[in-house]
């Protein structure tokens, strides 16, 4: 059974930091690219940060450029999400995905369309407000 489980959400003031975690069960995460996603309240689920397999393709959102990072540890078969510098506007549940039809270490699908992410975690709050 293929499961991605974020974890890491929670209430931070303007300014702060956060470090979310995606954790795989059942699918080996280096084989396959991922991405994060966010959904704001009544807002459309926007993509904020991918990565390749191996690393060395990444997209991101001008929002989050230069606030955001995303990184792997193998070992662990988790992805993070680093979050510095946070605004109120960061609020919303945060999903992290994986389009793990295709096995291929420089593949990486835009955020939209979202059909090649076929594999998502529940999601997991994050508050921002002082």
């Known amino acids: 059974q293929v499961r991605l489980i974020e974890s890491g959400g929670g209430s931070v003031q303007p300014g702060g930091s956060l470090r979310l975690s995606c954790r795989a069960s059942?699918?080996?995460?280096?084989?396959?690219?991922v991405g994060w996603f966010r959904q704001a309240p009544g807002k459309d689920r926007e993509g904020i940060l991918s990565?390749?397999?191996?690393?060395?393709?990444?997209n991101s959102a001008d929002s989050v450029k230069g606030r955001f990072t995303i990184s792997r540890d193998n070992a662990k078969n988790t992805v993070y999400l680093q979050m510095n510098n946070m605004k109120p506007e960061d609020t919303g549940v945060y999903y992290c995905?994986?389009?793990?039809?295709?096995?291929?270490?420089?593949?990486?699908?835009?955020?939209?369309?979202?059909?090649?992410?076929?594999?998502w975690g529940q999601g997991t709050r994050v508050a921002v407000s002082s």
């Open positions: 995905a994986s389009p793990r039809s295709v096995v291929r270490a420089d593949y990486l699908p835009p955020f939209v369309p979202l059909t090649p992410w076929n594999e």
């Open positions: 059942g699918i080996l995460l280096k084989f396959y690219a």
């Open positions: 990565i390749s397999s191996n690393g060395e393709i990444s």
